[in-house]
């Protein structure tokens, strides 16, 4: 490896450095509550570091979401492309995207829980060029092949949609914000909660 790749690399491993920092923090005392500073005490740089990096902490919260939405992208376009029938993608991508978010769970409640949309700035064209879209309009798209091909109840794609996001969202949310509850097995918990939003909406 030359002087130039090791630099890039370096450079690649504190920036997710900062980013994992930033998301943990985020998640356990508050955006509002969490300031440059602490990051780069977190991870034992100076803050002008960071700045070389982000341009502020809205830029970080920004490219925090951005980048779990790109990995949630990116597991829907594996999963189509192994799999022809749409309903079997569809109920493989919800299953990856509750993995997803017990896998990263800071990520997940920096994205997807914390109030965030006034410190983005919540303006319709940050959200038309944002990976948030493109990772909804995702799962439109699967939802309407499921309802072309007959396998699910003709509906609003939209309202369809977004009942499957919100279904899904609420089991992550419990079993990342309430880890001492007497849940059943976990897999068994899951597996019931896909089936029941299926059962509901199946042609």
């Avoid at 440059?36 to 740089?45: N, P």
């Avoid at 960071?50 to 970080?60: E, G, P, R, T």
């Avoid at 409640?109 to 064209?125: K, M, Q, R, W």
């Amino acid at each position: 490896m030359g002087i130039r790749e090791r630099r890039n690399r370096e450079k690649e491993n504190l920036r997710r450095e900062i980013l994992d920092a930033a998301s943990e923090l985020f998640a356990r005392e508050g955006y509002a509550s969490v300031s440059m500073r602490k990051i780069a005490e977190r991870i034992e740089y100076s803050p002008t570091t960071i700045y070389l990096y982000f341009k502020d902490k809205n830029d970080l919260l920004r490219q925090i979401c951005e980048e779990t939405f790109a990995k949630l992208i990116r597991k829907w376009e594996q999963i189509v492309r192994k799999n022809e029938d749409p309903l079997t993608a569809l109920r493989k991508y919800m299953r990856a995207y509750v993995d997803f978010g017990l896998k990263y769970p800071n990520h997940y409640e920096v994205t997807f829980i914390n109030p965030i949309a006034d410190h983005l700035g919540g303006n319709e064209s940050s959200y038309e060029s944002s990976m948030g879209k493109k990772a909804f309009e995702n799962l439109v798209t699967l939802v309407e092949r499921c309802m072309q091909a007959g396998q699910l109840k003709k509906a609003d794609v939209a309202q369809t949609s977004q009942v499957i996001w919100a279904l899904g969202h609420g089991l992550v949310s419990l079993l990342i914000s309430h880890k001492d509850f007497p849940f059943v097995n976990r897999k068994a918990l899951i597996e019931g909660s896909i089936d029941m939003i299926f059962d509901g909406i199946k042609e």
